[in-house]
């Protein structure tokens, strides 16, 4: 049985930081693909950033300079690293696993966590 938990969530003030993290359990990690997701209130799921099995990352525009993905192989663990946060970036975070390339599509992803809420205060 495949499960992604997802924890490092929280309250944090405008331009700080905060750390992601999902760990994966039930799947061979180097199979997967990993992406994050967001969902703020009222809005459509959003993709975040991707990174392959062999570890390159794809991050969205909306984010690129202040998001980085990584991940630990031997911890079966993928971060999300997020820095200068404002109030945009309020949304619940999902991970996701995708047997095959990384992926920018959530319809590609075979698994998803139940997602960890970020709030950023202004």
């Known amino acids: 049985q495949v499960q992604l938990v997802e924890s490092g969530g929280g309250l944090v003030q405008a331009g700080g930081s905060l750390r992601l993290s999902c760990a994966a359990s039930g799947l061979t990690f180097s199979n997967y693909a990993m992406g994050w997701f967001r969902q703020a209130p009222g809005k459509e799921r959003e993709f975040v950033g991707t990174i392959s099995r062999s570890g390159t990352s794809t991050i969205s525009d909306s984010v690129k300079g202040r998001f980085t993905i990584s991940k630990d192989n031997a911890k079966i663990t993928v971060y999300l690293q997020m820095n200068s946060l404002n109030s945009e970036d309020t949304a619940v975070y999902l991970c996701?696993?995708?047997?095959?390339?990384?992926?920018?599509?959530?319809?590609?992803?075979?698994?998803w966590g139940q997602g960890t809420q970020v709030t950023v205060s202004s």
């Open positions: 996701a696993a995708r047997r095959g390339p990384r992926s920018g599509n959530q319809a590609e992803y075979d698994y």
